[in-house]
Structure formats: C-alpha cells, structure tokens
C-alpha cells in the first residue's frame, strides 16, 4: 500500500497529496505539503504519530495559519491539522477546558458569560488556542501562561501525556513548545478567577474594536517582529522610514510597520525578502536586531 492509502486508514478526516498551504494561512501564502491529515480524536492522532515515527516521516502541526509564512516550495511530509473535537471548550467550576483547535477569542467570551477573569489579555488576539500557548501570545494586559494550569500533548510516537505549567517552559512569546517538536497540544486547562463577566465582555470588545481601528485589515500574519526588551519593533520600523517599501506583492503597511502585508498576490518569498530589508534598515539606523514572531516554516 502506498503511504496515502495508509494515512486513509488511519485518519477519518481529509487526506490529500500536494495540498496548496495557501488556504490555511492567513497570509495566503504557501507551498504544497506532500501529505495533509485531518485526524478527528486523540486516538486517531497517536495512531498516526506513531506510523510517522515507525516510517521516520518528517511531519508538522498547522492551527489557524496566523503567525506562520509557509515557503513557496511547500512543505515536505506530513502537516496535520487538528478537527472539529478539538475545538470544544468545557467550563468547569472556575476551570476551563478547551481543545487546541478552539480560537482563543471564542474561550475568552465563554470565560467572560461565566463572569471568569483571566483571558483578557489573550482574548483579544486572532489564533487558536494550541497556537497561543506555542508561542506564549498576549498583550501587555496578560499572556496565556499566567492562566494555563496543564497542557495536554501526544507525543512524536503517539504516547498521550498531560504536562503541568512549570513543564511548559514559558516566557515572553515562547514556550517549550517552540523548541521540542516532539509534542502536539491537544488540550489545554485554564484556571481562572471570579470576575465581573459585563465588564470583561466590554473590555474585549472595546480592544477589538480599537485594534480593527488602528490596525491593517487584509491579508496579514499580525506583528511580523517581536518587541524587542523596552523597545516597539513598529516604533523602530517607522524610524528607519520602511512603511510603505514594497517587494512584488508585499507591503510594509503604512498603518502599522509591524505589519507586512500580502497586498497584490504576493508570494512567500515576496514577505520574506521585504522583511529582511526591514530587518537590515532597523538594524542600519537603529542598531537593533529585530527577531522574527511570525515562523517560517517549509523549505526555504
């Protein structure tokens, strides 16, 4: 049986070849994965992780594509996306369950009619929930980690265990999760506290609202840099005078530079390459090195 075949056995959801990464982006870039699995449960993750150990197959999980730039050349192996199941979110007491597929936003609105603080901070940020704890995401109102009690994962040869905070290694917009690619977030338990839900409810939309007034609307990753210690990376951007450069389809916004947009059917390579001039022009003027937030993922 051919390797498809076999990924059809064991997964209930799509299975395809040379699937185009584009429509799983939210910058609408991105190559063909050589295989894509949609797995349905747990069990039907581990079975699958353990026929890529057992084949030795290269593999990576997608979420919601928001911070990821996939290379016009694809991706090799296996992408998995998570499916519906694990997009559920349970309230338990003053404990939340919620399935790494669920968005984020959608959790901190559950929390808010359970009059539940602690999302806030979070809540406003596009991505799923599995995607916010990789890469640690928040605001300066709060981050995931500062809620996050346990963390469920499978594991690179389809063992499912459940990781305490102190095991998730978090700090500013990181996470083990980052690093050791041998765990897939399947779940995760937040432990909240009692809270005002009317007034939490307002707070978030007010921030959302505020952010789709001053931020870029359009094909983006969101912040294409991370902040640099007691620096903003946009602050930076705008001083070495990059808003508006433009590579192909690829735009430094003039709302935000920390948004390099997807503006006329760019390609990856188009946000690359302008992203690394940005780069070197900060790095010129400022002498700052600005680090990527967004992963580039694929062959480069």
């Known amino acids: 049986m051919s390797v498809i075949d076999d990924l059809k056995l064991i997964a209930t959801g799509r299975v395809t070849e040379s699937e185009p990464m584009a429509g799983y982006t939210t910058l ?16 039907e993750l581990s079975a699958l992780m353990l026929y890529i150990s057992r084949h030795e197959i290269p593999w990576m999980v997608i979420g919601d594509g928001a911070n990821l730039l996939v290379s016009d050349r ?7 996306k998570l499916g519906e199941q694990f997009s559920s979110i349970e309230v338990q007491g003053r404990q939340i369950v ?6 984020i936003s959608r959790v901190a609105d559950i929390a808010a009619k359970n009059n539940l603080s602690g999302l806030e901070g979070v809540g406003t940020v596009p991505g799923s929930v599995g995607g916010a704890i990789v890469m640690n995401a928040g605001t300066h109102r709060g981050y995931i980690d500062e809620v996050t009690d346990s963390v469920r994962v499978v594991t690179d040869t389809g063992e499912k265990k459940t ?26 338990s937040f432990k909240m506290k009692t809270g005002d839900g009317e007034a939490i409810a307002q707070h978030l939309e007010g921030v959302r609202k505020h952010r789709a007034d001053t931020q870029p609307q359009g094909k983006s990753a969101g912040c294409f840099f991370k902040n640099p210690t007691g620096l903003s990376a946009g602050g930076l951007i ?17 709302i935000h530079g920390n948004f390099i947009m997807n503006a006329h059917n760019a390609t990856a390579s188009d946000l690359y390459t302008l992203a690394e001039k940005v780069k070197k022009l900060v790095k010129d003027i400022h002498g700052v090195d600005l680090e990527y937030e967004v992963r580039l993922v694929g062959e480069w």
């Open 98 to 103: 919620a399935g790494s597929a669920a968005r």
């Open 163 to 188: 990781l305490q905070r102190a095991k998730c290694g978090f700090s500013y917009r990181n996470s083990r999760f980052q690093y050791d690619k041998s765990l897939i977030i399947t779940y995760a």
């Open 238 to 254: 705008d001083g070495a005078g990059c808003k508006g450069m433009r590579e192909g389809g690829a735009v430094v916004s003039e």
């Open 28 to 43: 609408g870039v991105g190559g063909p994965a050589d295989y894509f699995v949609e797995v349905s449960n747990e069990d």
């Open 74 to 80: 694809g991706i090799r192996g296996i992408v998995i």
